[in-house]
Every structure is written in structure tokens, then in C-alpha cells.
């Protein structure tokens, strides 16, 4: 076996199931290695789209997802997806074709630089681990250890570059072997009893839950944590729906276009326990590092990167480790000490009267044009409640986060951490490969659409049923509007000529369907739509005046970025 059938091999053996990229020369031994195997090779339109498709595999599978390009510019264009991973700890193998040793330092084509290791310092940045294989019997040891690294303590993207020349020398078979991924699931016994003691006493407690919860696929832990204490949660906007927003101790999303009741809980009334959980409260959810977020006696914060625990606020109790393993503990350390009578109607009647205070008068939104907050609504009672939500970057993210309703963990997906525009119309396509029966839709703007819109022949060429809702009124919108709100004129303008959503669907070879008014989007309409399995776009013109729920991203970058 020569070192790029070891590569290919080992992923095999790990279950990988697609790989996402695009051919080139210095890519070939790869190709012929996948050429034999069982992973299916999902060929994009931009290394780009790869990197994030990988990203939605991962997030929907718990595997690791993996993308390759060629050499140079190829290897360039993954940057962005594999920063986008590295931001939100999702694990992502990259795989980067080289010029042949032999040729370093000459100018050959698609070499990055004249040292040909340039590639590896700009991928350590944006990685775990980035390494480049000069020595075909590391081949085997390198893919393991690349992916030990990307599954294991906070996950992430890594990254190998393969020279082509040594990923076609052959190695020894002993090489070619399967190596374990290795979890640490420590924690902080002490440090357990000391939040189990101050959640004990405290009187009005309150639970943030973040990121981190989801990526340990800890709902189960933190409902029964929540039930047990009678204890409120919020989340994260990345976090949203890991409890079910319709339970009674749900505040909803924090932060950013989040719940005001959240905000009335949290930040208005006089909190004095708070527990984060996978949280490193950033400005996405604090909004802007706001101080009347701390509890009035004791911030407990659990995370699995130790940097993370008291970076943004002062925390008493500090838990390093992962949020299933630690909520566990807790909660066996509270059932043994706990002896007070149950709360939770007087909490949970606390929470409905704080809703039932923040109701405002429903608006009018049976007029034209299609107000967006009408669209959402429209879209959340067609599509079965298993769907997969898939949200870009933009307004059509605040409109998401404010008005969905999300039922079942696991089921928003907002790749916040980088906040990449053209995310949601990629990552999507990976993760309906994951996904199996269950609706992927894709919520994006025109802005983030014309991105990686092209991504739609990718998902018709392998008849990848994604629906994606572009929701078009010319313009990049959170700019457009967040400028109308802070009185900046347009420098670099934010709005353009309109586009065909429909006719670019027809041309890629996907369905396209208009939607001009409410109601279009109903029930009868996404059954078809999803029982049909044909890749869709649906071209949605929304109002363009409506202004979403942005301004307490307005006022955070008033008061922080002048």
C-alpha cells in the first residue's frame, strides 16, 4: 500500500462515509487511493462549499467530517470553512494536495510558496494541529493522531498537507492500522460540591446553557438538572433548542434577537445564582459583555477548555471538563443533598408572568410585502417538526432566532462563531448526507445565497433533497438596516440589483418556486416539496424595509467599536 492508501484506509476504517472537495494535480494519488474505497466522494463547485459541507456533516453525524483540495489556491479557499470549524470546535478533518518534495523552492505550479510549508503555518492558526507528511511511514501515525485531535477535549478542525510524491511510496502494512480516540472526562470533585452547595441555596438560580452543551450532546443531563432544581434556562443563540422552548422552565435564547423574557429574567431582575454551562459568554450572548448579566452571589461556570472558565466574567466556581460528564456529577451530588420542597410552579408561574407582561399587540402581517416575521411563522407550521434548521449569517438569522420555535435539540444549526456569510447554503448540503429522512432546510439571505449558491448543482448532481429559503430583498440587510438604525451613510453600499432566485434554481438543475405573499408557504406545499426529494429554492421576497430584532448588536457596536 503506498501512503495515500494508508490515509484512506484509516478514515474508511473510522467510518468516514463522504469526503467533500475538488480534483487537481496535486491531489491525484488521493483520488486514485478513493478510487478503490468505499467513501463516497462529493465533488463542490468551491473548496469553499467543501470545507463547510464537511462542517454540516460533522455537526449532524458526531463524526469527523472531511474535505480536500489541491495544492495553492485550492488549499487557500478552505481557509474560511476550516476557520468557520475551528470557531464553533467542530471536528473536520482537512486534507491539502502538495507540489512533490523534489520540486520545493523551484516555482512549480500551484506551490504556495517558495518554501512549500506555508501552507501549514497559515492552517495552524485556523486548526488544532497542521502538519505536513514528508515521510511516508508517519502516514498511518499522522491520520490517527490528526483525528484523535479533532475528536477529542474541545474538538476542532485539523489539517495534513501530502506532498505527492510520498503519498505514492509504499509503505509497510503494519502502518495501516486502526488507533482509538482517546476522551478525557475528568472533573473537579470539590469543585462539584461547591456548586452543588451554592445551587442549594440559592434562591432565584438561573441556567445558561451554551455551545459546549450541544457539541456534549447534553440535553438529556440538563433537562433532568432543570426539572430536578426547578431551575430556568436559557441558552445561547449556537444553543438554541437543547431544551425544548415550549417548557415551562424555557426563558428562551440570551443575547442576540433573543427572548425578552430572558433578558427580563436575567438582566432585569435580581438573579443570584447563575449556572453556565459551555458558555464562554461572548458578545453574541452577553449582548456586549453587558455587566448586569452577573448574578448578585455566585457565577458557577463548567467548560471543557480551562481557558475559557472566567475570561469574560468573574466566576467563583470554575468546573473544567465536559458538560454531559460534569452535569452528570452534579446532579448526583444535588439528589443526595437535596431536601427542600419543589419550586418549579412557583418558578414556572414566575416565567409565564413574565411572558404574559412582555405581549405586545399582534401585528398586521397579512400585508404586503411578505413581512419576514410572517414568513417565519408560515415556514415553522409547514415543515414537520423533525426538520433541521440550517441558518446564515444575517438578518434572516435574527428573524430565525426570535421567531422559531424549536421543539428538539439538535435541530438549529448557526455557525456564530465565525459568522460566515454562505455557511448555511453549503453546510447544509453535508449535513442532509447525515441527516437521513429527516427535512434540511436552509434559512439564507440573498446576500449569503449569491456566496455559495452555486452549491445547489452540487446537491442537484448528487440528488441531495436540501430546501433552501432565500430570503430576497436586494440588499446585505443586517448592514442595510443596521446602518438606517446608527445614522451611517452608505460608503460601500449595501444594496444591489435584484435576482432571480428561480431562474438560478432552474439553471443549476434544482426546483424554484416563487413566494410573494403569506400563506404560499403552508403545510400542503412543504409536504410536497419534501416527499418530491428534489433538491428546492424558494424564493422568498420579503419586505425590505422590515427591520429585525438587531438592536442590541446596534448598540453593542456603538458602545464598543467607536
Same mark, same amino acid.
Given at each position: 500500500?503506498?501512503?495515500?492508501?494508508?490515509?484512506?484506509?484509516?478514515?474508511?476504517?473510522?467510518?468516514?462515509?463522504?469526503?467533500?472537495?475538488?480534483?487537481?494535480?496535486?491531489?491525484?494519488?488521493?483520488?486514485?487511493?478513493?478510487?478503490?474505497?468505499?467513501?463516497?466522494?462529493?465533488?463542490?463547485?468551491?473548496?469553499?462549499?467543501?470545507?463547510?459541507? #464537511?462542517?454540516?456533516?460533522?455537526?449532524?453525524? =458526531?463524526?469527523?467530517?472531511?474535505?480536500?483540495?489541491?495544492?495553492? &489556491?485550492?488549499?487557500?479557499?478552505?481557509?474560511? /470553512?476550516?476557520?468557520?470549524?475551528?470557531?464553533?470546535?467542530?471536528?473536520?478533518?482537512?486534507?491539502?494536495?502538495?507540489?512533490?518534495?523534489?520540486?520545493?523552492?523551484?516555482?512549480?505550479?500551484?506551490?504556495?510558496?517558495?518554501?512549500?510549508?506555508?501552507?501549514?503555518?497559515?492552517?495552524?492558526?485556523?486548526?488544532?494541529?497542521?502538519?505536513?507528511?514528508?515521510?511516508?511511514?508517519?502516514?498511518?501515525? *499522522?491520520?490517527?493522531?490528526?483525528?484523535?485531535?479533532?475528536?477529542?477535549? +474541545?474538538?476542532?478542525?485539523?489539517?495534513?498537507?501530502? &506532498?505527492?510524491?510520498?503519498?505514492?511510496?509504499? $509503505?509497510?502494512?503494519?502502518?495501516?492500522?486502526?488507533?482509538?480516540?482517546?476522551?478525557?472526562?475528568?472533573?473537579?470533585?470539590?469543585?462539584?460540591?461547591?456548586?452543588?452547595?451554592?445551587?442549594?441555596?440559592?434562591?432565584?438560580?438561573?441556567?445558561? #446553557?451554551?455551545?459546549?452543551? $450541544?457539541?456534549? +450532546?447534553?440535553?438529556?443531563?440538563?433537562?433532568?438538572?432543570?426539572?430536578?432544581?426547578?431551575?430556568? !434556562?436559557?441558552?445561547?443563540?449556537? #444553543?438554541?433548542?437543547?431544551?425544548?422552548?415550549?417548557?415551562?422552565?424555557?426563558?428562551?435564547?440570551?443575547?442576540?434577537? =433573543?427572548?425578552?423574557?430572558?433578558?427580563?429574567?436575567?438582566?432585569?431582575?435580581?438573579?443570584?445564582?447563575?449556572?453556565?454551562?459551555?458558555?464562554?459568554?461572548?458578545?453574541?450572548?452577553?449582548?456586549?459583555?453587558?455587566?448586569?448579566?452577573?448574578?448578585?452571589?455566585?457565577?458557577?461556570?463548567?467548560?471543557?477548555?480551562?481557558?475559557?472558565?472566567?475570561?469574560?466574567?468573574?466566576?467563583?466556581? =470554575?468546573?473544567?471538563?465536559?458538560?454531559?460528564?460534569?452535569?452528570?456529577?452534579?446532579?448526583?451530588?444535588?439528589?443526595?443533598?437535596?431536601?427542600?420542597?419543589?419550586?418549579?410552579?412557583?418558578?414556572?408561574?414566575?416565567?409565564?408572568?413574565?411572558?404574559?407582561?412582555?405581549?405586545?399587540?399582534?401585528?398586521?402581517?397579512?400585508?404586503?410585502?411578505?413581512?419576514?416575521?410572517?414568513?417565519?411563522?408560515?415556514?415553522?407550521?409547514? $415543515?414537520?417538526?423533525?426538520?433541521?434548521?440550517?441558518?446564515?449569517?444575517?438578518?434572516?438569522?435574527?428573524?430565525?432566532?426570535?421567531?422559531?420555535?424549536?421543539?428538539?435539540?439538535?435541530?438549529?444549526?448557526?455557525?456564530? /462563531?465565525? #459568522?460566515?456569510?454562505?455557511?448555511? !447554503?453549503?453546510?447544509?448540503? /453535508?449535513?442532509?448526507?447525515?441527516?437521513?429522512?429527516?427535512?434540511?432546510?436552509?434559512?439564507?439571505?440573498?446576500?449569503?445565497?449569491?456566496?455559495?449558491?452555486?452549491?445547489?448543482?452540487?446537491?442537484?448532481?448528487?440528488?441531495?433533497?436540501?430546501?433552501?429559503?432565500?430570503?430576497?430583498?436586494?440588499?446585505?440587510?443586517? $448592514?442595510?438596516?443596521?446602518?438606517?438604525?446608527?445614522?451611517?451613510?452608505?460608503?460601500?453600499?449595501?444594496?444591489?440589483?435584484?435576482?432571480?432566485?428561480?431562474?438560478?434554481?432552474?439553471?443549476?438543475?434544482? +426546483?424554484?418556486?416563487?413566494?410573494?405573499? &403569506? /400563506?404560499?408557504?403552508?403545510?400542503?406545499? *412543504?409536504?410536497?416539496?419534501?416527499?418530491?426529494?428534489?433538491?428546492?429554492?424558494?424564493?422568498?421576497?420579503?419586505?425590505?424595509?422590515?427591520?429585525?430584532?438587531?438592536?442590541? +448588536?446596534?448598540?453593542?457596536?456603538?458602545?464598543?467599536?467607536?
Amino acid at each position: 500500500m503506498n501512503a495515500a492508501e494508508v490515509i484512506v484506509g484509516s478514515l474508511e476504517k473510522d467510518g468516514v462515509q463522504y469526503i467533500f472537495g475538488i480534483p487537481g494535480g496535486a491531489i491525484e494519488p488521493l483520488n486514485n487511493a478513493l478510487y478503490t474505497s468505499t467513501i463516497k466522494v462529493i465533488v463542490t463547485k468551491l473548496e469553499q462549499g467543501a470545507a463547510f459541507m #464537511a462542517d454540516g456533516y460533522a455537526r449532524v453525524s =458526531g463524526n469527523v467530517g472531511v474535505c480536500c483540495s489541491t495544492a495553492g &489556491p485550492g488549499a487557500t479557499n478552505l481557509i474560511t /470553512g476550516t476557520a468557520s470549524s475551528f470557531a464553533d470546535s467542530i471536528p473536520v478533518i482537512t486534507l491539502t494536495g502538495q507540489v512533490s518534495t523534489s520540486l520545493f523552492g523551484k516555482g512549480a505550479v500551484q506551490e504556495f510558496s517558495i518554501q512549500s510549508f506555508s501552507i501549514v503555518s497559515i492552517f495552524r492558526q485556523i486548526s488544532k494541529y497542521s502538519d505536513i507528511i514528508i515521510n511516508e511511514n508517519k502516514a498511518g501515525e *499522522m491520520i490517527a493522531k490528526a483525528r484523535r485531535l479533532a475528536l477529542s477535549g +474541545r474538538k476542532g478542525p485539523v489539517h495534513l498537507n501530502l &506532498p505527492a510524491d510520498i503519498m505514492k511510496r509504499k $509503505v509497510a502494512d503494519e502502518h495501516h492500522r486502526k488507533f482509538s480516540t482517546a476522551q478525557v472526562m475528568g472533573f473537579d470533585r470539590e469543585a462539584v460540591k461547591e456548586a452543588a452547595k451554592l445551587l442549594l441555596s440559592a434562591k432565584k438560580p438561573v441556567i445558561v #446553557a451554551g455551545w459546549g452543551t $450541544v457539541l456534549s +450532546r447534553a440535553d438529556i443531563e440538563l433537562l433532568e438538572l432543570a426539572e430536578l432544581m426547578d431551575i430556568p !434556562v436559557a441558552t445561547s443563540p449556537k #444553543a438554541k433548542g437543547i431544551l425544548s422552548e415550549s417548557h415551562p422552565l424555557s426563558l428562551g435564547v440570551l443575547g442576540f434577537a =433573543g427572548s425578552p423574557t430572558a433578558k427580563e429574567y436575567i438582566i432585569k431582575r435580581d438573579v443570584d445564582v447563575m449556572l453556565a454551562v459551555g458558555t464562554s459568554f461572548n458578545e453574541w450572548v452577553t449582548p456586549g459583555w453587558d455587566k448586569k448579566l452577573l448574578p448578585t452571589k455566585s457565577m458557577i461556570q463548567i467548560d471543557i477548555d480551562c481557558n475559557e472558565i472566567g475570561k469574560n466574567y468573574y466566576v467563583n466556581t =470554575g468546573i473544567a471538563g465536559d458538560a454531559k460528564t460534569v452535569l452528570r456529577e452534579l446532579i448526583y451530588e444535588l439528589r443526595r443533598n437535596n431536601k427542600r420542597k419543589k419550586l418549579r410552579d412557583d418558578r414556572c408561574k414566575d416565567i409565564q408572568a413574565i411572558k404574559e407582561s412582555l405581549k405586545v399587540n399582534p401585528k398586521k402581517l397579512d400585508k404586503m410585502p411578505y413581512h419576514p416575521e410572517r414568513m417565519i411563522m408560515d415556514l415553522a407550521e409547514a $415543515v414537520p417538526e423533525e426538520t433541521l434548521y440550517f441558518v446564515d449569517s444575517g438578518n434572516c438569522m435574527a428573524w430565525a432566532i426570535r421567531y422559531l420555535n424549536i421543539e428538539r435539540p439538535y435541530s438549529f444549526f448557526v455557525g456564530l /462563531g465565525f #459568522a460566515s456569510m454562505g455557511f448555511a !447554503v453549503a453546510a447544509s448540503i /453535508g449535513a442532509k448526507l447525515a441527516a437521513g429522512d429527516k427535512p434540511v432546510i436552509a434559512l439564507v439571505g440573498d446576500g449569503s445565497f449569491l456566496m455559495n449558491g452555486t452549491e445547489v448543482a452540487t446537491a442537484v448532481n448528487y440528488n441531495i433533497p436540501v430546501i433552501w429559503v432565500v430570503m430576497n430583498n436586494s440588499m446585505f440587510g443586517m $448592514v442595510h438596516h443596521g446602518r438606517k438604525l446608527a445614522g451611517i451613510p452608505e460608503g460601500i453600499t449595501s444594496s444591489f440589483k435584484p435576482v432571480d432566485f428561480v431562474k438560478f434554481a432552474e439553471g443549476c438543475g434544482a +426546483r424554484g418556486i416563487r413566494i410573494t405573499k &403569506p /400563506g404560499e408557504i403552508n403545510k400542503e406545499m *412543504m409536504d410536497e416539496i419534501i416527499s418530491t426529494g428534489v433538491p428546492t429554492v424558494l424564493d422568498v421576497i420579503i419586505d425590505p424595509e422590515e427591520v429585525p430584532p438587531i438592536h442590541s +448588536r446596534i448598540a453593542t457596536l456603538e458602545k464598543l467599536y467607536t
